[in-house]
């Protein structure tokens, strides 16, 4: 009896074990962040209370003992290699309110530091969206005195997930080393990281949001300081060579990188800017279904020189406006970069003279690793050179020079080292414009004066991507359209009859400026795209490229749009001077927006899939539209990064009804996945083989190219089976 016993207790065990897996399993699959999965041996420490306190560590089942930073420092102080999750409450806000006075680095005081090596951290909330959304926010640490970021990762091997939060109005007032000054106005070290700062750890953002973090440099503040302090990634730095960086399903939104602005003295400049959302060193980096939107690098301003015989101050430069790539291997899939810019800092005005305006580069990306772009879209991202100040004085006492605008290069993209791939990715609304020159020839009272020289424009290379050094590009089955190239503007000659002549500044390649190093092309679109030399005094610029401006190697079955840009183009299959014929930028099914073919483009069954089966929404290449005769040497896939497609019908499994499985609240449901015909990739929120709850569940299903369709599986409870004890034998 005691035998049977057991080994009933036995499966039941066994049961639940499989019940609580599978459940898990489903769970991680069909909503991520919904739900705190716990590995085996993982300590759980649940956050019970909002207020920022340091002393509530104990974080045990008892109420109320147990804030967010008493649950990081009581993490900090485990020593054992066993997880830890520190589990957050949905729909709340934790607001960090202890100052960093004595720029300690144990979480005792301002930003959350994250300091053991020893194990892995999970911070878990109830989502980055809806009403169960998490709010982890330092807007309270962000004083006239004072500035912090959110969240320091010290350990350089230690693993950080993120998950299901928002992380919102940190501001870095350091590098994050121990002793750095956390007040705005001190001199001794860079800013960087004003969401989250890596010094090497392996960290992972999922259904995450960073928004509204700052990292703010400082300029130059006293006369021939030339001491200034720069400003990298305002959501997220990651400051060491071999960090290792995942952000996935995330958005990184309204984080900004800022240069300080050069005091009102001689030569005071402004500091520098690179990545407004992300900073990353080297190592590796990872960004898939995800967003960086409305971010910026922005090079501080020059100071005035308003001293008889004082120069004004150079501007800061500026890039990375969405990311900036230091090294390392970086791979962005099935992502959007939008509205993002790096504009390069003015300079100030001088009685003496001024500088050039500050070089811009890489509205959305700058990389000097190897970056490879796929199935994502980057548009509206800008690169802006910086306006160069007047340059005025009391009287005409010497020769003084304005200086000139600054050069702005990739809209989109600049690739300054290493290597750039692009496959399936589309370019559109980009621009690079460059600094206006600073105008001469006039005194403060506005009268003429022959010695002080009016500044030339600044150059705008690649309204979309350009490659400069010894980066090497390649692109296949892109659509490049819609971006610009607008050189400056030279300064206004106030009336000097003896001034010299500004050379006119260069805008060139709308869509591309090809560099030094070596460029391919094959199955592309680059169409629609303009360039513009600036105004000046003669023209000794070379005539604007619209589309491309340089030389390529073409992998062959490219379209461009203007005949005259056709340097290299002479691949199999390419169609030079042709129509395009591409729709505005839309939500055309698929993670990221893209640019469709109208009917009768010359892109339409035109190019060769060369080994992409797949167009940038997930459906299937290639379509071969039956009333379109294939282009000669042509498969029937069209060019660029959208295949035309028939329509997609859609159909789901009829409603399902099943018994609970023996002994569980719900059953495995199989089911046949739905059928389509011109869909694409087709998903269900909850896949066949999950474990469904008792009850009605919605199961919903969505083709990559937009329509849904749904079904309902009822699981009915089954009785738990009635079990009759025996009676004693007699012997």
Avoid: W
Avoid at 81 to 99: E, K, M, R
Avoid at 231 to 253: E, M, P, R
């Amino acid at each position: 009896m005691k035998r049977k016993i057991a080994q009933s207790l036995f499966t039941l065990v066994l049961l639940v074990g499989a019940f609580l897996s599978t459940q898990s399993a489903s769970s991680s699959s069909t909503n991520p962040g919904a739900f705190n999965l716990t590995p085996a041996l993982a300590t759980t420490l649940t956050v019970d209370r909002t207020d920022d306190t340091a002393a509530a560590t104990a974080c045990t089942a008892a109420a109320n003992d147990c804030s967010l930073r008493g649950a990081i420092i009581k993490s900090n102080a485990t020593l054992t290699a066993d997880p830890v999750i520190i589990n957050l409450q949905p729909a709340t806000t934790y607001g960090l309110t202890l100052t960093n006075a004595t720029q300690e680095n144990a979480a005792a005081t301002g930003d959350l530091d994250i300091t053991t090596s020893k194990h892995s951290v999970t911070i878990t909330g109830g989502g980055s969206s809806g009403p169960n959304a998490t709010t982890i926010t330092a807007a309270m640490l962000n004083t006239a005195t004072r500035r912090d970021r959110v969240f320091h990762i010290t350990a350089s091997n230690v693993t950080v997930t993120f998950r299901g939060v928002i992380i919102r109005s940190g501001q870095a007032a350091d590098d994050g080393t121990s002793g750095a000054s956390t007040n705005p106005t001190s001199q001794n070290a860079n800013r960087a990281g004003g969401g989250i700062l890596n010094n090497g750890g392996r960290v992972t953002l999922d259904n995450v949001i960073v928004q509204s973090c700052k990292a703010v440099g400082k300029g130059d503040s006293l006369v021939n300081e030339h001491t200034t302090l720069d400003a990298f990634g305002g959501g997220l730095a990651s400051l060491a060579a071999t960090g290792n960086v995942i952000i996935t399903d995330s958005t990184l939104t309204g984080n900004t990188a800022t240069g300080g602005n050069g005091g009102n003295f001689n030569n005071g400049a402004g500091s520098n800017a690179k990545g407004g959302s992300i900073y990353f060193e080297g190592g590796t980096l990872n960004i898939r279904g995800s967003r960086i939107l409305s971010s910026g690098a922005n090079g501080g301003m020059g100071g005035n020189g308003p001293g008889n015989q004082q120069n004004g101050g150079m501007g800061g430069t500026a890039h990375g406006g969405g990311a900036y790539i230091g090294g390392g291997s970086v791979n962005i899939d099935n992502s959007t970069f939008e509205s993002c810019a790096a504009v390069g800092g003015n300079s100030g005005t001088g009685q003496n003279g001024t500088n050039a305006g500050a070089d811009s580069g890489g509205g959305g990306l700058f990389s000097l690793g190897n970056l490879t772009v796929t199935n994502s879209t980057l548009d509206l991202n800008s690169a802006k050179g910086g306006n160069a100040g007047d340059s005025f004085g009391p009287d005409c006492f010497g020769a003084h020079q304005s200086g000139d605008g600054g050069a702005a290069r990739g809209g989109a993209i600049l690739a300054d080292g290493g290597s750039l791939i692009i496959h399936t990715a589309t370019f559109a609304s980009n621009s690079a414009k460059g600094g206006h020159g600073g105008d001469g020839g006039k005194t403060n009272g506005g009268g003429p004066c022959a010695q002080t020289t009016h500044g030339a424009g600044g150059l705008a290379h690649g309204g979309a991507i350009t490659n400069t050094n010894a980066a090497t590009l390649n692109i296949k089955h892109a659509t490049i359209s819609l971006n610009t190239a607008q050189a400056g503007n030279t300064g206004v000659n106030q009336g000097g009859a003896n001034l010299p002549p500004r050379l006119v500044a260069e805008g060139t390649g709308g869509g591309i400026r090809v560099g030094p190093a070596a460029v391919t092309l094959q199955n592309t679109i680059i169409a629609g795209n303009t360039a513009a030399n600036g105004l000046g005094d003669i023209n000794g610029a070379p005539t604007p490229g619209p589309n491309v401006d340089g030389s390529v190697t073409s992998g062959g079955h490219n379209l461009l749009g203007v005949a005259t840009d056709a340097g290299g183009f002479v691949g199999t299959g390419d169609k030079i001077g042709a129509n395009a014929m591409l729709a505005a930028l839309a939500n055309n099914g698929g993670p990221t927006q893209t640019m469709a073919l109208l009917a009768g483009s010359a892109a339409i069954d035109a190019g060769v899939a060369a080994g992409a089966p797949f167009d940038q929404r997930g459906l299937p290449r290639t379509f071969n539209d039956p009333g379109v005769a294939n282009a000669p040497t042509s498969d029937g896939t069209d060019i660029g990064a959208f295949e035309r497609q028939s329509l997609c019908t859609l159909c789901c499994p009829n409603n399902i009804s099943v018994p609970s499985d023996p002994g569980q609240k719900g059953a495995v449901v199989s089911y046949t996945n739905p059928s389509g015909t011109g869909c694409g990739r087709i998903k269900c929120d909850r896949p066949s083989g999950s474990l469904f709850p008792v009850g009605e569940t919605i199961v919903t299903c969505t083709s990559s190219a937009g329509p849904a369709c749904s079904f309902k599986v009822t699981v009915e409870r089954t009785p738990a089976p009635k079990i009759t004890p025996r009676g004693r034998r007699r012997i």
